[in-house]
């Protein structure tokens, strides 16, 4: 089935140690984006590319950076990790087409931070 | 700037009631929003979309409505199950953005 899949599932990381987490999809979708929801709290855009062209969100914060190498793959990286960072971290693609923009969201990864 | 909100924050009903989730945003101009549901734990789900020109969508159980000029939407969900326990959020969409509601906490009891 095409779909949207994150790994790992569950991260535990120490306080500053850079962790990467992962998002592909087999949807071929031009769109990917990343999202932080901390408990009981709306989920959080932080950035998100279309093609090859990123685009960060005003307050996200320096210490979040992504990669998108091709089409499949987009990966979201933590240089220092602090213990606010611990979330859930969820990837969703979309096809921008015609004013239609259903997003498909991953399971999502949850971050801990020790 | 956009905001959303979701009314209420948690519900609690009998198996087999009709009920309604609420959800206002402050800004008309969107070009879709969105119903998601999340499981404990999990990702979004996504539920129904309704584009901006629309007035509402079904599936199955679900019906949402939108009214952009008042700035709602409502879900209805028709005769609940147990397994419609979950927390449910609305998402507008600006330019190339989803704002989310904090979602509102649904229990089905049997």
């Known amino acids: 089935d095409a779909m949207v899949i994150q790994n790992p599932r569950y991260q535990v990381t120490q306080f500053g140690k850079p962790v990467t987490l992962s998002c592909s999809q087999t949807?071929?979708?031009?769109?990917m984006y990343w999202y932080q929801q901390k408990s009981s709290q709306a989920p959080k855009l932080l950035f998100h590319?279309?093609?090859?062209?990123?685009?960060n969100e005003a307050d996200t914060p320096d210490n979040f950076q992504s990669r998108r190498p091709n089409t499949s793959f987009c990966f979201l990286d933590i240089r220092s990790p602090g213990l606010g960072d611990a979330a859930m971290y969820l990837c969703?693609?979309?096809?921008?087409?015609?004013?239609?923009?259903?997003?498909?969201f991953g399971p999502g990864t949850r971050l801990t931070v020790l | 700037k956009q905001e959303v909100t979701q009314i209420p924050a948690a519900l609690s009903v009998p198996e087999g009631e009709n009920l309604v989730l609420n959800c206002s945003f402050t800004?008309?101009?969107?070009?879709?929003l969105q119903w998601f549901r999340q499981d404990p734990g999990k990702g979004l789900t996504s539920l129904l979309l309704i584009q901006s020109s629309q007035r509402e969508q079904t599936s199955g159980r679900l019906n949402a409505s939108l009214d952009k000029s008042s700035g709602r939407s409502t879900l209805y969900i028709a005769a609940s199950q147990p397994g419609d326990s979950a927390t449910y959020l609305c998402a507008v969409e600006g330019t190339y953005k989803y704002i989310f509601g904090t979602g509102t906490r649904l229990k089905v009891l049997a």
């Open positions: 590319y279309y093609d090859k062209d990123f685009n």
């Open positions: 949807l071929n979708h031009n769109v």
């Open positions: 800004d008309s101009a969107i070009y879709n």
């Open positions: 969703a693609t979309s096809e921008l087409a015609g004013g239609t923009d259903t997003q498909y």
